[in-house]
């Protein structure tokens, strides 16, 4: 072959590697272990770039750790059960699992030709019975052990899809996908009790050195501990069982400051008042039209209905507050009621002047300047950080000045000692409710027996399949409707009895993969042996979108595997080091329908010009902002005419050389063909070695050392997730070689180490080039270069040479010689002789190994 031709190179070696079966991980405990993982996919069609740019990251990095002797796992699989199969199985009339393996399929034929090192022998699908049967029975094995526990809860429920949706499946009060306003609905849910570890999964936050800090923040800030006070309000004339209400608030010290008490729409007392109250079942049922997410609250108008019903306050009998129902109150914080002191809350302010209620500070600034005006004077909501020094006003400080969390403490101590509430830590993690009514996803293993209750299913009858002749022409479960799969009989006593409709949040399914993947086909969710040798993942790459749920929930299910007996205790935090990479963005192209919906379009399909973009056709498009690739809009590149062009070299080549791994990136393919020319050049410098000169063995030590400098710094690259600087170095070396007139052996050995260091970039090229070059093996197996520090040293240094303050020249001496014979050398610099013009310095300086100035 007389070129790089990359559609014969990249497959010939795809071939040895399968043939030796090098990325097929076996446990061997004589070997160190190295286990990375990449966030698995969801098969929805095809890959993109930005799948190509995570991947690719995750390979380089198998790569590097087997040329450095580890026994590397390095596993993909498919996060296959959720609501877009069942959209498409209604839009095209296929099963939802026919429509998902297909999706894989192409997936997979997509991404083997990329080379990476992916053990396909452990490969498997969320959707694939012999997963999620494991995955049931450790939902029995939970149930046993009071992880699992089922009750009644508020959820956002479709009217038309007659579902319940998860919160970011909520758009503007309404379903994803009807469109249809969301209701706020109480049913019967599963829940698993991750809010039992909140305080574990807090602490040991601080041992994730190795995480981002912000994911972090992100995840402390999510599990939310707080330290108040929990008290109760007597009432006048609420009903008979409602003589109490209590409250949970963080800031006891603004208790003095008091004006209204507010509920839940979802409170047990406004369910009481709805029953015999027109109007307030008509508020409470608008209350529920909106979604139950926080954010949904927190956009919506803020809106109450007062009852009739008044409080007391607990340090004056004279002082009572009025009692509203309020929209914005969440019944799964605290206790579904508050008390609103608006002087300090902006959102308490807000509705306070809505509805004419006194406003009272109980503290201001230390020194309040002349912008500033009370709350009660027209001015906003006073809000201050708990560490900033105030003075109280009306405070259980008096009119000390403190800080926010030394007057929590007092007004909590105070009030435990006047026999007012009690001091209590809660945290904002609720517990993980798992029902979706929908067919897509993992049965939940339960039989509802008239006799016997709620009963777990016999483990030997596992799994509880999804049947394949299910219909989508109606909204809803369809195995709620299905003739025969809903009945069966009770594992306990035998009499007729109905399956559980309800199947698991897809949440539940990447909660444990990373497990899985140590034994894959194991007839038990792991095998010990294998989970003990392979975990933790030493090295998980993902996106941040998923810094909170996932990694919080896969955090619970290490801590609950472990106590069923499935992991060691070392797993409890599965993931030693996380790596979020940034997004692969690109614009978005739509047209717009008679009543103004979005039409989107592909990039391939758009034609960009000066002044905007069209359609082939010539109709108009919309130029969208820069967001991540999302195949609902449609703003996806498929990798697949890069490496049709180009070779999958080229696609990997320049994904890890277009900017910092950690940052977005916004997508251009302009690069493609550049990078497929350097990748032509090394190939050709490499052909080249056996057929040149002899050379000079004089310049040998000088590509020796650039060589070697390579190799270090190519290495803190790949070891620093900065797999661009790597890239950079290695250009240079490519540069350095390509004038160096070294000798045929010193090239060789230059070359091979090139290949070597290319490797987990461009495994292909770097293969073909060790092969021609007489390189034993295959390169993917070579140990890893070291770097002689013999060879970083640097003997000589550069000096610049500063002729009154403007540089004129530049000296290259060795390290240390002595000022004075650097003197001498600068003096014979033809640029400072003609400035002295036969004369003589005024002041010749020089600082050792930085600069030389010369006074004239």
């Not at 299910?470 to 195995?479: E, I, K, Y």
């Not at 310049?699 to 060589?707: G, R």
Request: hydrophobic residues 40%.
């Amino acid at each position: 072959m007389s070129r790089y031709d990359s559609a014969v190179i990249e497959p010939k070696w795809q071939e040895a590697w399968e043939k030796e079966g090098i990325f097929k991980a076996e446990r061997d405990p004589s070997k160190p272990k190295y286990y990375v993982l990449e966030m698995f996919p969801y098969p929805s069609g095809r890959i993109h770039i930005g799948h190509t740019r995570n991947y690719t990251m995750g390979d380089v990095v198998a790569r590097y750790k087997m040329a450095n002797g580890f026994n590397v796992l390095h596993p993909m699989g498919f996060d296959a059960f959720g609501l877009p199969a069942e959209n498409a199985a209604m839009e095209k009339g296929v099963h939802p699992g026919a429509w998902t393996y297909q999706n894989i399929a192409d997936m997979k034929d997509q991404l083997k030709p990329l080379g990476y090192t992916h053990d396909w022998s452990r490969s498997f699908a969320t959707c694939d019975p012999e997963y999620y049967g494991q995955q049931q029975s450790m939902f029995i094995d939970f149930m046993e052990k009071g992880l699992v526990y089922r009750k009644n809860a508020v959820v956002n429920w479709d009217p038309v899809d007659m579902t319940v949706l998860a919160n970011e499946q909520v758009i503007d009060g309404k379903g994803w996908r009807s469109g249809a306003e969301v209701e706020r609905r109480e049913l019967t849910q599963w829940f698993f009790r991750i809010s039992d570890f909140a305080g574990e999964l807090l602490e040991a936050i601080d041992g994730l050195s190795e995480w981002p800090e912000k994911v972090r923040v992100m995840q402390a800030n999510w599990i939310g501990k707080s330290r108040g006070l929990q008290f109760a309000f007597s009432t006048i004339g609420a009903p008979e069982s409602f003589d109490r209400i209590e409250v949970y608030t963080t800031r006891p010290d603004t208790l003095l400051g008091a004006s209204f008490v507010a509920i839940s729409p979802d409170h047990p007392l406004a369910k009481q008042l709805e029953r015999h109250d027109e109007k307030i079942a008509a508020f409470v049922a608008e209350c529920r039209r909106i979604g139950t997410s926080e954010e949904a609250l927190e956009k919506a108008e803020k809106k109450g209905l007062e009852t009739g019903i008044r409080c007391r306050h607990p340090f004056d009998d004279g002082w009572e507050l009025p009692v509203y129902i309020a929209n914005f109150i969440l019944m799964d914080y605290g206790t579904g009621a508050i008390f609103g002191c608006p002087a300090h809350d902006q959102r308490d302010l807000d509705f306070a002047r809505k509805y004419g209620l006194p406003v009272v500070s109980t503290y201001e600034p230390l020194s309040p300047d002349a912008d500033f005006r009370h709350p009660e004077n027209g001015g906003d909501a006073y809000v201050p950080m708990k560490s900033e020094k105030v003075r109280y006003i009306k405070g259980f400080a008096g009119s000390e000045e403190q800080t926010g969390e030394g007057a929590i403490d007092a007004a909590i101590a105070f009030c435990e000692g006047k026999g007012v509430g009690r001091g209590v830590t809660n945290y904002r993690l609720r517990d993980w409710g798992i029902s979706r009514q929908r067919f897509w996803g993992c049965p939940i293993p339960v039989v509802h027996c008239g006799d016997c209750g709620v009963v777990p299913e016999r483990k030997e009858n596992l799994p509880v399949k999804l049947p394949k002749d299910v219909t989508f022409d109606r909204p809803g479960n369809p195995l709620d409707w299905h003739p025969t799969w809903r009945d069966c009989v009770c594992p306990q006593c035998g009499r007729p009895a109905k399956r559980e409709t309800d199947t698991m949040d897809t949440f539940v399914d990447s909660s444990w993969y990373y497990a899985r993947f140590t034994a894959p086909r194991a007839k038990t969710p792991t095998v010990m042996e294998d989970a003990d040798y392979w975990m933790n993942v030493d090295q998980y790459i993902g996106g941040i979108e998923h810094a909170i749920l996932h990694l919080l929930y896969s955090r619970f299910f290490a801590r609950a595997m472990h106590i069923c007996g499935h992991l060691p205790e070392k797993a409890v935090e599965p993931f030693n080091a996380l790596f979020t990479q940034g997004m692969v963005v690109h614009e978005t192209y739509a047209t717009r329908t008679e009543d103004g919906r979005p039409v989107w379009h592909l990039p391939e399909d758009v034609t960009r010009t000066e002044t905007g973009a069209t359609l082939k056709d010539g109709t108009p498009v919309e130029i969208g902002p820069l967001i991540k690739m999302s195949k609902s809009k449609k703003n996806v590149v498929d990798p697949e005419d890069i490496i049709g062009r180009y070779g999958a070299d080229t696609a990997r080549w320049l994904v890890m050389s277009d900017s910092p791994p950690d940052r977005d990136v916004e997508w251009t393919a302009a690069g493609a063909e550049a990078t497929h020319k350097h990748l032509a050049r090394v190939w050709r410098l490499a052909s080249e070695v056996n057929t040149r000169g002899e050379g000079d063995a004089a310049h040998d030590e000088a590509l020796l050392k650039a060589t070697h400098r390579t190799i270090a710094d190519v290495t803190d690259g790949i070891e620093g997730f900065a797999f661009n600087k790597a890239v950079a170095k290695l250009y240079e070396l490519t540069n350095t070689f390509s004038k160096s007139d070294a000798s045929r052996k010193a090239k060789r050995e230059a070359m091979l180490t090139l290949a070597q260091l290319m490797s987990p970039m461009v495994p292909h090229l770097a293969e073909d080039i060790w092969g021609m070059l007489g390189g034993e093996g295959l390169v993917a197996q070579a140990p890893w270069p070291k770097a002689d520090p013999a060879m970083l040293a640097e003997d000589t240094v550069t000096l610049p040479v500063q002729i009154n303050g403007k540089r004129r020249a530049e000296i290259s001496v060795p390290k240390d010689m002595a000022a004075a014979e650097v003197e001498k050398i600068v003096l014979a610099e033809e640029a400072v002789i003609r400035a002295l013009n036969g004369g003589a310095p005024k002041k010749l300086i020089v600082v050792p190994g930085r600069i030389v100035n010369v006074v004239i």
